[in-house]
């Protein structure tokens, strides 16, 4: 599964990896995901300053609010000086490379890792 950037990837992370296309596999959830071994998740990053905050997602899984509000409040707490740096480095991975974010969402493409990748354009 593409992602909206070229180079950037949208994956579960519960999929095997795919060395020959992942590159940089990156998790972007807070929490590791359930049931799932370090090592066959093969995550080369885990830059926890880039995933939603508690807050954010209990209020969004909770019924609090749409997705539109959802990425406003995402894009929001991604505008701090720790994320945008952390953004910063993915951009550069990025452009060294293609990168994988991996999620445990069932539809990685209307998830925050879809709002991470299209804030990876340069």
């Known amino acids: 599964m593409?992602?909206?950037?070229?180079?950037?990837?949208?994956?579960?992370?519960?999929?095997?990896?795919?060395?020959?296309?992942?590159?940089?596999?990156?998790?972007?959830?807070r929490l590791w995901p359930r049931g799932l071994a370090k090592a066959a998740a093969a995550v080369d990053e885990w830059p926890k300053e880039l995933t939603p905050s508690a807050e954010l997602r209990k209020w969004?899984?909770?019924?609090?609010?749409?997705?539109?509000?959802?990425?406003?409040?995402?894009?929001?707490?991604?505008?701090?000086?720790?994320?945008?740096?952390?953004?910063?480095?993915?951009?550069g991975l990025a452009a060294a490379g293609p990168v994988t974010l991996l999620t445990a969402v069932r539809n990685p493409s209307s998830s925050h890792a879809a709002i991470l990748a299209s804030l990876l354009t340069p």
């Open 60 to 91: 969004f899984h909770g019924g609090g609010g749409d997705f539109e509000e959802f990425r406003e409040r995402y894009e929001a707490e991604l505008a701090g000086a720790e994320a945008l740096a952390g953004l910063e480095r993915l951009r």
């Open 2 to 29: 593409t992602g909206a950037v070229p180079g950037v990837r949208l994956r579960r992370v519960y999929d095997p990896p795919d060395p020959a296309v992942d590159g940089v596999r990156v998790l972007v959830d």
